[in-house]
């Protein structure tokens, strides 16, 4: 198994969907390296919408000594926005930006 399907299989483990919604968002710097978002309906209750970006974990960042970060949004709303503006940061910012836990993005 490779690590797009590792980590989809996780996100069916912990959705029960394994079906979701797919966004891609293109990189400005590389066309063809594109974020992956997938965004879950109805999860983790009704009338919730939640979103995981894949890719970000695909670029290197010095800070990041014991893994690599993806990012997850939850939202009581079913505007794509939300999730594409997750995906964008993800595309403009990884690399730059380590996502550390607690970090605020200016």
Do not use: Q
């Not at 997750?86 to 910012?93: A, K, T």
């Amino acid at each position: 198994m490779n690590d797009r399907e590792i980590y989809f299989s996780h996100l069916t483990s912990i959705t029960g969907n394994p079906e979701p919604e797919v966004h891609r968002v293109g990189s400005r710097d590389e066309p063809s390296d594109n974020v992956t978002i997938l965004v879950y309906r109805d999860w983790p209750t009704e009338g919730m919408t939640s979103a995981f970006t894949f890719g970000l974990s695909h670029a290197t960042h010095p800070d990041w000594k014991h893994g690599r970060a993806e990012l997850t949004i939850s939202m009581e709303s079913n505007n794509d926005s939300w999730p594409e503006a997750m995906g964008r940061l993800v595309s403009e910012l990884r690399g730059r930006c380590p996502f550390t836990f607690g970090e605020i993005v200016k």
